[in-house]
């Protein structure tokens, strides 16, 4: 049988290394609502389900969470799933989420579910709306849904953790935001083609008229000039969001070195990959990937020296830089 720790390895094994360290309900609770997302983004992300039928299984799944639905409706319209989609795999072991999440003490499985159901009624309007970014608000309104919430959900679970947190988790809110469309940016740098071979450009329609190009325009080689300015416009809005992704991280107790940690690795992560994508039209061609020993050299950094706001501040830097 399938672990729900196996499951997270097989759907993420960077998002992985940072659960893992969270200490004992935190870490099971994150664990959870990262799954319970990752359903969540299998039925958006799917490229063989029509959109109606996305928002349909979108709404039972937000009814399921609620506790309006039995999570046994959604596994049998799914059917037989993928076993290649680590997604697809999650989705197919919903009930067993769900299990765990309703073992989870009740003031942890409120904000979870509270959220999660946000982020999936975002996801289906965004569905049902179809791939128009007219201009930057439009993309900040979906990365908000899928990234955004998360922050919330996350500085939530870290207040019920951590009197400190608890104390300062109005000011942390803003900025956990922040830190969600942060990564959710660097995401739509690295996913560009991808993301346009499935029918999706999150790339800003008013950004490419700022360059008298179609977003189509973007994967035209005779228009490389003109791509590279948008990506680089990509990048400074990335940047802003890291910024001050990099304060929340910062506003955080030092002591709590595990929830720290969780924080640190994917918005180094981001910055390293951000790094490496800027004025490279390779990302226009295929996904950008910091390579494994780049991320085990992050890893380990981190753990040692991940305590110090000083040490932080240097290492984005460092990072920031084309190479090391």
Not at 40 to 48: A, F, K, M, Q
Not at 112 to 127: F, K, L, P
Not at 164 to 180: C, I, N, Q, S
Request: include cysteine; charged fraction near 25%; hydrophobic fraction near 45%.
């Amino acid at each position: 049988m399938t672990t729900l720790r196996e499951l997270l390895r097989a759907a993420s094994r960077t998002f992985a290394l940072g659960i893992e360290r969270l200490p004992g309900v935190l870490g099971d609770a994150v664990m959870v609502a990262y799954l319970l997302l990752r359903v969540s983004d299998y039925l958006e992300d799917n490229e063989e389900m029509p959109p109606d039928k996305k928002v349909a299984l979108l709404n039972l799944w937000d009814d399921v969470l609620a506790g309006r639905a039995d999570v046994a409706q959604l596994t049998a319209l799914l059917g037989v799933t993928d076993g290649s989609n680590p997604d697809a795999v999650v989705a197919e072991h919903a009930a067993e989420v769900i299990a765990r999440l309703r073992a989870l003490p009740p003031e942890v499985q409120a904000p979870i579910i509270s959220n999660v159901r946000d982020s999936t009624q975002g996801m289906a309007r965004w569905v049902a709306r179809g791939p128009v970014v007219d201009d930057e608000a439009d993309m900040d309104d979906y990365m908000h849904e899928v990234a955004g919430r998360v922050g919330y959900l996350l500085t939530h679970l870290f207040a019920w953790y951590s009197y400190y947190v608890r104390l300062h988790k109005d000011a942390l809110m803003p900025l956990a935001r922040e830190f969600g469309l942060a990564l959710q940016t660097v995401n739509v740098i690295r996913g560009l083609r991808e993301d346009y071979q499935r029918g999706w450009i999150f790339v800003p329609k008013s950004f490419c008229q700022l360059v008298n190009i179609s977003r189509e325009d973007l994967f035209r080689p005779e228009h490389r000039a003109e791509a590279i300015q948008v990506l680089d416009m990509l990048a400074d809005k990335a940047e802003r969001h890291l910024r001050a992704a990099l304060a929340y991280l910062k506003a955080l107790p030092p002591w709590q070195h595990s929830i720290r940690l969780f924080c640190i690795f994917p918005l180094m992560f981001a910055v390293r990959t951000l790094a490496i994508s800027r004025k490279n039209h390779s990302v226009l061609e295929s996904e950008a990937k910091i390579s494994r020993e780049e991320v085990k050299r992050i890893v380990r950094d981190s753990t040692l020296w991940g305590w110090s706001n000083l040490w932080l501040d240097h290492y984005y830097r460092q990072l920031s830089t084309v190479s090391e």
